[in-house]
């Protein structure tokens, strides 16, 4: 873990290594201060000596001010070490999210990445933080104290080690036991931003449905399981202070006590005696300093534990060496291809698929719901990988392609497709960056969103709100068409990209894609018969399998389930859904 998080340190190493020389300097100076006022009281008030008593005081002074400056410069140094820190753990961070397949990213929730890369990475930030200031100055002061102690009385010592071992068991026993819930409130954190963020994101369904009760109701339990494991965690570190505050009173009276004895017996003067009570006090300070910086580690080690789970996953999805970067043509072939999401569970989505498209085909996918239509194509531009068998684009293995390539020839609107905050031009050239703005008109004309984009005001530069809500859901699907476009594809697939689409439209991009793109191969999943009607052929799915494959007029005559789908949507029931209707 401590190897994974040290590589984010980058630039930042000098601070880090600044900030702990400096500390250990202002711990060093610091030490000498309690010295300079006995020495003050012994030599000076005692001796009615004022000489010593300005000398001392001088050199007071100036080992005052020089630990003062060197404090504000490690606080600085600390600052960049640790704010730069975090700034390369989420860049990290996200660009390893960027690099996950769709396989990697079902590990992981929305939320849960969220909460890695926002309160993980801030907590890492704090850790890094303590690490570099009171990771070194507690311990230094600690030990620099104790040491000091030893030399002005070893016996009154003693006491600082008993309580200094008190205090260590105390920690033992709060550290363990808080690192156990802490683990657990941030599995809770992601249940609570997964509702935050799943409400939020549906709203609009939320409100629909009057199912805002029910909500607050979710987000409250959450909430309150959140409380309660809070609750025990600081409950247990609360015991710190009251036990710290225990041996502070402790060795105060311990050493006021055996101290006055001594001082009248001679074996102490009154100046070691204020020292010893001073170095007390900075012992403790250390301590108490020390058990919250652990506890505050406890939390960040939780944190960091789950900042390395996505920083150390293995990207499912990698080119191979010597990739292909050309894509010949848009054939598309799959020997013998079974697929499963969960790999040696033996449930199989796809099984047994043999298919062999040829280039500037126009092909359309129809069946149920969950039959296993997404799956299919998602395995031609490598969303997903086969799990048996193989996928040929332009006769070549997809795995021997590399991947942006692939996917710049092999263009795919997805089911659930988004847009980007921007301008409408910002959204087509996702398709392709150097577009010109002609480009980008025609491929919006092509997939019959150009009229409506041109009624704006602002034209080609409106501005497309968070998720595109300020357009329909129908302009939406044909501005990502456009952009799927703009990729000049070899293979173009719609995963039922024209649901939205009014049947007359729908029937004007196909036309279009007919007659300006007729070299590419073009992949329509439909739920509607009319949209997939005049494929060159039709692929209907049935249960993860092929069920059949050919022209309107074959299908019809052929396949039973592909006549029951007619017959159901010719009565007048709208689009298909289960065959069985
Ligand atoms: N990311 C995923 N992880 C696990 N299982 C999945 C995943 N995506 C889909 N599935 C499962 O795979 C099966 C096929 O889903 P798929 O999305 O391919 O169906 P579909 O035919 O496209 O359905 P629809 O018409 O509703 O879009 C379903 O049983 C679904 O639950
Ligand atoms: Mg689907």
Redesign the pocket.
Known sequence: MIKTLSKYIGQYKKYMVITVLLTAAEVILDIFLPICMAKIIDKGINSGDMPAIIKYGIIMAVISVLAFLTGVCSGRTAARASTGFAANLRAGLFTKIQHFS?KNI?NYSTAGLVTRLTTDTSNMQMACQMLTRMCVRSPLNLIFALIMCFIISPDMSLIFVAAIAFLGLVLFFIVRTAMKIFNNVFGEYDNLNSSIQENIRGIRVVKSFVREDHEIDKLQKAIDRLYKLFCKAESVAAVNVPCMMLAIYGCILAVSWFGARNVVSGALTTGELTSLLSYIMNIMMSLMMLSLVMVMLTISAASARRICQVLDEVPDIKDCEAPVREVRDGSIEFDNVSFS??EGTGEY?LKDINLSIRSGETIGII??????????V?LIPRLYDVTHGCVKVGGIDVKQYDVKCLRDKVSMVL?NNVLFSGTVLDNLRWGDSDATEEECILAARLACVGDTIAAKPDGYNTVVERGGTNFSGGQRQRLCIARALLKKPRVLIL??STSAVDTVTEARIQKAFAEFIPDTTKII?A?RISSVKNADRIIV?ED?RINGFGTHEELMNTNDIYKSIVAVQKEGNGDFDRTEV
Do not use: A, H, R, W
Request: overall charge negative.
């Open positions: 769709f079902d999401y969960k989505v069946g149920s719901t969950g039959s296993s239509k997404s799956s299919l998602n089911q995963d039922d999943i739920q799915m993860g």
